[in-house]
């Protein structure tokens, strides 16, 4: 049997040092150095060995639903959201009620809000 571990999260991102800011502001990623190329995609640290990099495609166009996103975990999601509120950054359900989490069926509470391209990012408590 095959085993597989997550290494990296790549996003194309119209301009990669305000994506990079963003990233830096709401979820507090480190970055560090990109070790693959002398190319202008950044990278930012998710933990663990794990890695979000940004690649810059100043013409992109984002289409995408809340069905493609990535998901992050963290012990701490009421700080979490508070921190979006004070940055006046919108969140939803999986319905897109505004400033509401969720309770899935397993009892995990998550939520989403989308990035300066519109990609989707989950938050939950699954840890």
């Given at each position: 049997?095959?085993s597989?571990?997550?290494?990296?999260?790549a996003?194309?991102?119209?301009?990669?040092?305000?994506?990079?800011?963003?990233?830096?502001?709401?979820?507090?990623?480190?970055?560090?150095?990109?070790?693959?190329?002398?190319?202008?995609?950044?990278?930012?640290?998710?933990?663990?060995?794990?890695?979000l990099?940004?690649?810059?495609?100043?013409?992109?166009?984002?289409?995408?639903?809340?069905?493609?996103?990535?998901?992050?975990?963290?012990?701490?999601?009421?700080?979490?959201?508070?921190?979006?509120?004070?940055?006046?950054?919108?969140?939803?359900?999986?319905?897109n009620?505004?400033?509401?989490?969720?309770?899935?069926?397993?009892?995990?509470?998550?939520?989403?809000?989308?990035?300066?391209?519109?990609?989707?990012?989950?938050?939950n408590n699954?840890?």
């Amino acid at each position: 049997m095959l085993s597989f571990s997550l290494n990296h999260i790549a996003l194309s991102v119209k301009n990669v040092d305000k994506s990079v800011a963003f990233y830096q502001k709401v979820l507090q990623l480190k970055e560090i150095e990109n070790t693959a190329s002398n190319s202008k995609t950044r990278w930012l640290s998710l933990g663990e060995g794990k890695q979000l990099h940004l690649i810059p495609r100043p013409n992109l166009e984002v289409k995408t639903n809340k069905a493609v996103h990535f998901a992050l975990s963290t012990p701490n999601l009421n700080t979490f959201i508070q921190h979006l509120k004070d940055l006046e950054i919108e969140y939803s359900d999986w319905k897109n009620t505004v400033t509401k989490d969720y309770i899935r069926k397993d009892g995990i509470q998550q939520f989403y809000f989308q990035d300066l391209d519109g990609y989707w990012i989950e938050v939950n408590n699954a840890l």
